[in-house]
């Protein structure tokens, strides 16, 4: 059920399921902060995209619903893009969407560059492992 959170009580709780040392569970920590913000704002769709740039393209790590778009959804009215740095260094991209008109104020895009962040360190540290696994399969699905 949609329960419309503030900014500051979502990041704390997003932080917390990124530092939280569950790596066993069927669900990934990509899929829980997707699950929060979803959940928690007015968001129809996120989906988290590692960077692959030895291919020039960018591999879905995560969404909110079952299926990759492609494009934005039928039902989107705003759209936002946010890209997760490291050092400079693009580690991907986070794409959220709303069926809302105009539905990303100044709020929503310091919540979602800071959420960027956590996902950009949290792929580059702790989450490492989802990473190279998305571009063990992404060779493996080249190769085949």
Same mark, same amino acid.
């Given at each position: 059920? +949609? ?13 917390? #399921?990124?530092?939280?040392?569950? /790596? ?10 997707? $699950? ?7 968001? @129809?769709? #996120?989906?988290?995209? &590692?960077?692959?740039? $030895? ?7 995560? @969404? ?8 934005? &959804?039928?039902?989107?009215? %705003? +759209? ?12 991907? #991209? /986070?794409?959220? $969407?709303?069926?809302? $008109?105009?539905? /990303? ?9 800071? #959420?960027?962040?956590?996902?950009? &360190? /949290?792929? %580059?540290?702790?989450? +490492?492992?989802?990473?190279? +696994? ?11």
């Amino acid at each position: 059920m +949609k329960t419309y959170r503030p900014a500051n009580a979502l990041l704390a709780d997003i932080k917390g #399921v990124l530092a939280a040392r569950q /790596f066993g569970s069927h669900r990934s920590p990509l899929d829980l902060v997707i $699950e929060r913000l979803c959940q928690g704002r007015h968001y @129809s769709w #996120v989906g988290i995209y &590692l960077a692959a740039p $030895e291919h020039n393209t960018r591999q879905l790590l995560g @969404s909110g619903n079952d299926a990759h778009p492609g494009t934005a &959804l039928p039902e989107t009215r %705003s +759209k936002i893009l946010v890209s997760m740095r490291l050092a400079g260094r693009e580690v991907g #991209v /986070f794409d959220v $969407e709303s069926d809302r $008109e105009s539905a /990303f104020g100044a709020e929503d895009r310091v919540l979602l560059e800071n #959420v960027a962040q956590l996902l950009a &360190l /949290f792929l %580059s540290g702790r989450g +490492k492992y989802l990473a190279r +696994k998305a571009r063990e399969n992404y060779a493996a699905g080249k190769t085949s």
